[in-house]
């Protein structure tokens, strides 16, 4: 029942070929969304917040090195982030091209 979903309108006429190769793009595409989700939730919970709240009030002393680390470290989770959610963006666009040229 699942799969009658990802069924264009027009299938009726194409061909057997045509069709495991529509159906066989779409669902790989579908799963490389979820795993870039999955990936861009996980970055996302690893990211420290903007927000001072409880770390302004204890007033913590770091050394130079310490905030550049951190700094590296933040802006690599962010450089990544932003990557997963261009993959995200592009394969949503090419499952639905790819369902407008099969429908």
Known sequence: MGALLLVPEGAAGMSETLFT???VLTVACLI???LAALVTILLVLFQKSNSDGIQGI????ETFF???RGR???SQLKKWTWICLIV???LA???Y???LIAG
């Open 21 to 23: 190769l529509y159906m």
């Open 72 to 74: 590296s470290i933040e």
């Open 93 to 95: 666009i090419v499952v």
């Open 88 to 90: 995200i963006g592009v």
């Open 58 to 61: 204890t007033a913590s002393s």
């Open 66 to 68: 310490g905030k550049n």
């Open 32 to 34: 490389l969304i979820f």
């Open 97 to 99: 091209v790819v369902g």
